[in-house]
């Protein structure tokens, strides 16, 4: 449509006389005016860009934070509290080893994040260890690793809305009866925001997430500077007997695995680089290291609060509820801390919801899973990863009736199996590329493969019998289903001869039949539409009664259309063995190709399709099914029905 353009010059009408001074005054004042609507059009410009983006679904780095990194972020309401249950079984002495281990916890941290920015770097469509697995370790070991991501994936969800409904009861009691509805309308709402797209949910959680961190950076501060616990009134802290356990190295490295589970998440943000804006590898590895900023030093300065205030597991009250009543109080600053964490204990589902779908639609591309997975619609949105996930987390709510201590023990298996592998692969990539620095790389990746090979190693121990072997039995079951829909693909591939140059298209006789019942302007309609696919088009009709039969052939040759008219007799009222039977005639196969063109009401109300009689529907699938004849249905569209 064309447009005006604004501030263009009128065309110039009778000459008309003005001084110059007046001129030049006119053209001083219109100057900042005129000035001022280039800049003004910019900012427009720079608006209308930011919302294409926003439509586009690309995501800022800060939004990364929000949208990728919660499920990392909220890490620290638990992964502390995991490490003081296995201490605590050593005795009150034994707690004070929380912050050597969450030393060496935040170095494994370093080395993640340093890795992840490389595989950012390297691998800038996304896809995390399923990408560094396929190319540097084979088919094999990427197979694992997509299994083992999607158990997380699943994990994640169920274990983070799990937490955080738990958390909700905990402040409101009369909640518990209704925890597993709670948990899946909490699921159905962050499933309907991720289908809008990663950047709807980003702006949706950036305030919620600003708050938790906010809060924690509060109790960290205050906790720090404050004198002694003693000064918040109703602080109690837990109180466990003193015991002469030695903490052995068995103690330590569980204690150290259980910490690992503040790190699950750190790969999401490499698993979804293509939802940032450009520069995307830019944007995704700043984001990884804002991630690994604050996660580092939120859980260093939980550790040092927990060992200053003397903090121990509870079973009334949780250790970061502790540590923020030892920090700030029980007063206002105390409960919107609580709230923001039980928020974002919730909100962390999202992570998932961002990285499970890029991560199915790339088997979707290595014909691993289903083709569909790898559709997206107006939206850049995997929508069908979104919703497969969102049932997969759903059944596993329902299935464990939403009991997080049912949950945990299947946790942080499948993330940290992703995590060495992936740093195993680039080990070897660095090998195979050898640039500049290759063998620093090469160390820090292999350090870090050995760290998560060994908090591995300990998660299956264990948790094997508290329920890690379903991990074991599904994760294998996944990489069977890869192999038997691969197997698939290759047959559909090689039956379509795809990579092969088809010979060229034979002409020859084609015949279009349509099936009719009666005399009707949908008849009409169907045989002026075979008569401009072919020049050799016949009506069949399969007649239950031999008056009827009899009847229509009369009305037929009154009307004659110009078409032939073959009428089939069914006394069992059977209609495919009839048509069937038709299509074996000899004049019919002697045909190059056959099309059976079906005329269907299509009524303008979907509710009214239930009162048609199906007969179409029946004959199209009959013929799909048992013949190789071309199949199409021809809609007659009815109005004011």
């Known amino acids: 449509m064309p447009r005006r353009i604004a501030g263009t010059p009128k065309t110039a009408g009778s000459p008309r006389t003005a001084s110059t001074s007046k001129a030049a005054g006119a053209t001083k004042a219109a100057g900042p005016a005129k000035a001022a609507r280039p800049a003004k059009a910019a900012r427009a410009s720079q608006r209308a860009g930011a919302r294409l983006k926003a439509v586009k679904g690309e995501i800022t780095s800060v939004e990364g934070i929000a949208a990728l990194s919660l499920d990392a972020l909220s890490s620290v309401a638990y992964g502390p509290e995991a490490m003081l249950v296995v201490l605590a079984t050593a005795g009150a002495g034994a707690l004070a080893k929380i912050e050597p281990i969450t030393l060496v916890i935040v170095l494994l941290l370093v080395i993640l994040v340093l890795s992840y920015r490389q595989v950012i770097e390297a691998y800038p469509d996304g896809g995390g260890s399923y990408a560094v697995s396929k190319a540097n370790l084979g088919a094999g070991a990427s197979r694992l690793a997509g299994a083992s991501l999607i158990v997380d994936y699943t994990l994640t969800v169920a274990v983070s809305i799990a937490a955080g409904v738990a958390a909700l009861v905990s402040a409101f009691p009369s909640l518990a009866p209704h925890n597993l509805l709670i948990s899946v309308a909490v699921l159905a709402f962050l499933t309907a925001v991720n289908m809008r797209g990663i950047a709807a949910s980003a702006k949706v959680f950036l305030l919620p997430t600003a708050v938790f961190v906010f809060g924690i950076y509060t109790v960290i501060v205050s906790g720090t500077v404050r004198a002694h616990a003693a000064a918040n009134a109703g602080f109690h802290p837990a109180i466990i007997p003193k015991a002469a356990a030695t903490v052995g190295v068995l103690m330590l490295l569980k204690a150290f695995a259980a910490g690992c589970s503040a790190l699950t998440g750190v790969e999401a943000i490499a698993n979804d680089v293509p939802v940032f804006r450009e520069p995307r590898a830019q944007r995704a590895m700043r984001t990884e290291v804002m991630l690994g900023g604050l996660l580092g030093t939120m859980l260093l300065g939980l550790a040092y609060l927990t060992v200053r205030f003397h903090i121990a597991p509870s079973s009334h009250q949780t250790v970061l509820s502790q540590i923020t009543a030892a920090s700030v109080g029980r007063g206002p600053v105390y409960y919107v801390i609580d709230l923001a964490t039980t928020v974002i204990l919730a909100l962390a589902a999202n992570t998932s919801f961002g990285g499970f779908p890029v991560l199915v639609s790339l088997l979707a591309r290595d014909n691993l899973v289903p083709h569909v997975f790898g559709l997206r619609g107006d939206r850049p949105v995997f929508r069908y990863g979104v919703a497969i996930l969102a049932v997969f987390a759903g059944v596993l709510l329902v299935a464990v009736g939403a009991n997080t201590n049912a949950l945990i023990p299947l946790y942080a298996i499948g993330v940290f199996t992703g995590f060495t592998l992936s740093q195993g692969g680039l080990v070897k990539h660095w090998w195979r590329e050898r640039p500049a620095g290759w063998w620093t790389r090469a160390g820090l990746n292999g350090t870090g ?83 401009a696919l072919s020049d050799e088009v016949v009506a069949v009709s399969i007649q239950f009664d031999k008056d009827r039969a009899a009847e229509l052939k009369a009305e037929w040759e009154r009307w004659d259309p110009g078409v032939e008219l073959d009428i089939v007799h069914s006394p069992n009222r059977s209609i495919a063995t009839p048509i069937l039977e038709y299509l074996e005639r000899p004049k019919i196969r002697q045909c190059h190709q056959v099309l059976v063109l079906i005329p269907e009401v299509e009524p303008s109300k979907w509710r009214h399709r239930l009162l048609q009689n199906q007969r179409d529907v029946i004959l199209a699938n009959v013929l799909r099914r048992e013949t190789d004849v071309i199949v199409a249905r021809l809609p007659f569209r009815l109005s004011g029905d």
């Not at 998560?452 to 948790?463: E, Y």
């Not at 140059?501 to 349509?514: F, N, S």
């Open 449 to 531: 493969a050995v760290m998560t090979g060994v908090a591995t190693v300990i998660f299956l121990v264990t948790k094997f019998t508290s329920g890690a072997w379903v991990v074991v039995i599904a994760i294998p079951a996944l990489i069977l289903l890869f192999s038997r829909i691969e197997r698939y693909y290759n047959h559909v591939a090689t039956a379509l001869g795809f990579g092969k140059v088809p010979r060229r298209p034979q002409g020859g006789k084609g015949i279009v039949i349509v099936p009719v019942a009666h005399l009707s302007r949908m008849t009409e309609f169907a045989l002026e539409a075979a008569l």
